[in-house]
């Protein structure tokens, strides 16, 4: 299993960015995917997650109404579109997928919000 996240950056307050994550080593299109983030000194938080069928998803508060996650079962991978962008946004990006009770994980995209 390999999660390859990208599309991170610096970017100004209230502006967006799209997160990629391109999935491989397992059958993308029948399991739920998720995108976390941890900033530093904090524990890592659940952002959005969609899962594999009926595209069912749900959006931490923080961020609902600004992102939105969605997937692409063809090409085996996940976005996250970010709008709105704050400063309490900065943090690293992980992509999650989590088969047989097994988490796996991505390397992580930055995503930094600041003027």
């Known amino acids: 299993v390999r999660l390859v996240e990208s599309g991170g950056g610096l970017v100004q307050p209230g502006g967006s960015l799209r997160l990629s994550c391109v999935a491989s080593?397992?059958?993308?299109?029948?399991?739920?995917m998720r995108w976390y983030r941890q900033a530093p000194g904090k524990e890592r938080e659940l952002v959005a997650r969609i899962s594999s069928g009926v595209s069912s998803t749900f959006y931490g508060d923080s961020v609902k109404g600004r992102f939105t996650i969605s997937r692409t079962n063809a090409a085996k991978t996940l976005y996250l579109q970010m709008n709105s962008l704050k400063p309490e946004d900065t943090a690293v990006y992980y992509c999650?997928?989590?088969?047989?009770?097994?988490?796996?994980w991505g390397q992580g995209t930055q995503v930094t919000v600041s003027s």
């Open positions: 999650n997928t989590a088969i047989w009770g097994v988490d796996y």
């Open positions: 080593g397992f059958t993308f299109s029948s399991y739920g």
